[in-house]
């Protein structure tokens, strides 16, 4: 990119406003959230902005909001779609010159829904990522439990994979924490319960959020959890 277009073209922020107690954003995150002019966040089913919910008490009064509604289906075309749109709206408004700061709950490259804006618009405008606190660490200290120490080797298993690959995973883990659990949490604790790992797998719900739980995966009688649930397991 040439050195005058460059400078004429606003630049995109991924901000990591991290797992949901507004005081764990980083300072500058905190910063940038609140000399922001234009803020995009995601808004999954049309439903509130998690990531913007917790960055609220930052947020400028007239910043300009531009919600990207992203359906949340097992089909990953409408959201494919939507990310295209979004990041349309978004290039034009760098286009014109101005910042873009998007919102990201936990941390941007984890997980985050700001790496398919990333992976459109990154090659195109100057990007600057602000990493966040991650789920999994807010877990861990909420919980008092610690994720890995010396060589332990710590796996990161989304409960959206298949029961076959969870359960070899879980069978050769040291340390293991389970993300997306949600609808997915019948399979979870049935493989769980097939590997003798009851006893060492707590349940949190809605990390540093209020109404956050803890629970021993074994007392659950649920088969589903809130979406934003992580298992800490410790073999």
């Known amino acids: 990119m040439a050195g005058a277009e460059a400078m004429s073209k606003g630049t995109l922020y991924g901000v990591g406003v991290g797992p949901g107690d507004p005081e764990l954003m980083t300072v500058k995150a905190w910063r940038i959230v609140s000399m922001a002019k234009v803020i995009a966040y995601l808004s999954a089913n049309g439903g509130e902005s ?5 960055a ?3 947020v400028a009064e007239d910043v300009e909001e531009m919600a990207i509604d992203v359906p949340m ?3 990953r075309a409408p959201a494919m779609a939507a990310y295209d749109e979004s990041a349309e709206r978004i290039a034009t408004k760098l286009d014109q010159g101005q910042d873009v700061v998007m919102l990201c709950e936990g941390d941007p490259f984890f997980y985050g829904s700001f790496i398919y804006v990333f992976e459109r618009l990154a090659s195109k405008f100057t990007t600057v990522i602000v990493p966040g606190v991650t789920s999994i660490t807010a877990a861990a200290a909420e919980m008092g ?18 029961a ?3 359960r070899e995973e879980l069978m050769t883990a040291q340390s293991a924490a389970i993300i997306k659990v949600g609808r997915h949490f019948g399979k979870v604790k049935t493989i769980l319960s097939a590997l003798d790992l009851y006893s060492q797998a707590i349940a949190i719900e809605n990390a540093t959020h209020e109404g956050q739980r803890i629970r021993k995966v074994g007392e659950i009688v649920e088969d589903a959890l809130p979406y934003f649930t992580t298992i800490i397991v410790r073999a």
């Open 56 to 58: 609220a008490p930052f």
């Open 164 to 166: 076959d690959r969870l």
């Open 73 to 75: 289906k097992v089909e």
């Open 145 to 162: 439990r610690p994720l890995c120490m010396r060589d332990d080797v710590l796996k990161v298993l989304p409960a959206t994979l298949p």
């Open 50 to 54: 998690t990531a913007r919910k917790i």
